[in-house]
């Protein structure tokens, strides 16, 4: 068995969250090259390195449909339920000023990075990215920015003109609308559709005071249930809405939701406002589908190698498993074929070759060892040195530092 990290591998003995079924998944360069039911003795060995897995499900590397890469290095802030973000942003600059010039001084790339692994981290291996393009170069996630990116109604002075403006380039729009409980937040969504005078596609993101109605002039809408509960104690009627236009799921950054996307699917679930394969293709097909990445979001030949593989835990179906797992169980996510994270357990299945660790570091995530790929004890360094008070997931091995993880 070589070293399996970058060529072509294959994994083995896997459950599909999708149907329970067991699989082995071969790899070549970027793409899966085979999808099989797992056979019951281990496979010949061949070209390709495997790794053999059990009791793990597999699912394709997520899609998160929104995040701020560059505000995740914030805590939460808040200081009471608001009838909207208009007066969440007023309050918080206000009262927790402080807090936000510290987060400011670190520099936006070294920011913009740990919000890159903040996704990674969670499993997603696509990222859509709310704010000015940040042009970043990464291979741990793939950070999407083909689309014309809009505040919100109340908050970006020229949405009409940037929305309207003839010569745009040929990508939906996508704004934050109806974040709110209060009237303003519901009107804002008429006014928004009324000036769509070109038609633009519109991706809405929150939705929270949408009418079904409404829901019909976007093309789709961004689900971030953590984020609504927090910031109005209240979240986007899904439900209705799904009748109308597709749905997809964003995690928000740490200024108002949790660090674990997790923790935001299980309270997605408990809405029981989509069935558990919708709010499943929230993140993978129907995300694949809206930005128009048709070799992402499920595993077939052909797709790109964006996998990622957790435990399951004794007795779960796969749906229930997939539901259920936290980051400390991720045990191996790969993104166009190359591993980006795996589990210490998983150390001397993948790491065979010599030297084959270098360029991975050791964290550890609720008493657990993950080898990511680049330095993320160095980039946590360099934050802390700016802002000591900024607050990571995870403790490193090097240094013992950190160690408290308040939304996990
Ligand atoms: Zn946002």
């Not at 309050?91 to 987060?103: G, R």
């Not at 010599?354 to 946590?380: E, H, Q, W």
């Amino acid at each position: 068995m070589a070293c399996a990290l970058q060529k072509a591998m294959l994994l083995c003995n896997l459950i599909s969250v999708t149907d329970g079924r067991l699989v082995d998944i071969g790899t070549s360069g970027r793409y899966i090259t085979s999808v099989n039911p797992s056979s019951d003795r281990n496979p010949v060995q061949g070209p390709s390195p495997f790794i053999s897995f059990q009791d793990a499900i597999v699912f394709p590397g997520l899609i998160n449909s929104h995040d701020h890469l560059d505000f995740n290095s914030f805590p939460q802030l808040g200081n009471k339920i608001y009838p909207s973000y208009v007066a969440w942003g007023e309050d918080i600059h206000l009262q927790n000023k402080a807090e936000i010039e510290a987060v400011l001084k670190i520099p936006k790339a070294l920011r913009i990075q740990w919000g890159v692994y903040k996704n990674l981290l969670n499993g997603i291996t696509t990222v859509v990215n709310h704010g000015p393009k940040t042009n970043i170069e990464t291979d741990l996630v793939s950070v999407y920015e083909d689309c014309h990116v809009l505040h919100s109604v109340q908050l970006d002075k020229k949405w009409k003109l940037k929305l309207n403006f003839p010569f745009a380039k040929k990508q939906p729009f996508v704004i934050h609308v109806g974040e709110g409980t209060d009237e303003e937040a519901n009107k804002e969504i008429d006014r928004l559709i009324r000036w769509n005078i070109l038609n633009r596609k519109l991706i809405g993101i929150h939705a929270v005071a949408m009418t079904g109605q409404q829901a019909r002039h976007f093309k789709a809408l961004i689900w971030c249930p953590d984020s609504n509960y927090f910031l109005v104690g209240d979240t986007a009627p899904v439900k209705d809405l799904k009748q109308q236009t597709r749905i997809l799921f964003g995690t928000d950054s740490t200024v108002s939701a949790g660090w674990n996307l997790w923790n935001h699917l299980r309270l997605a679930r408990q809405e029981n406002q989509l069935t558990d394969a919708e709010l499943y293709a929230s993140l993978t097909t129907v995300a694949s589908e809206i930005w128009r990445l048709p070799k992402r979001g499920s595993i077939t030949t052909g797709q790109e190698a964006d996998l990622v593989v957790a435990e399951r835990k004794t007795g779960y179906s796969a749906m229930d498993a997939f539901y259920s797992v936290n980051p400390e169980e991720i045990l191996l996510v790969t993104r166009q074929g190359r591993i980006n994270l795996v589990d210490a357990r998983l150390e001397n299945a993948v790491f065979t070759a010599p030297g084959s660790r270098t360029g991975f570091s050791a964290i550890c995530i609720n008493g657990r060892t993950k080898y990511v790929r680049g330095d993320l004890p160095a980039l946590m360094k360099e934050m802390k040195r700016v802002h000591p008070g900024v607050v990571f997931p995870f403790y490193t091995e090097r240094t013992g530092e950190e160690g408290h993880a308040p939304s996990v």
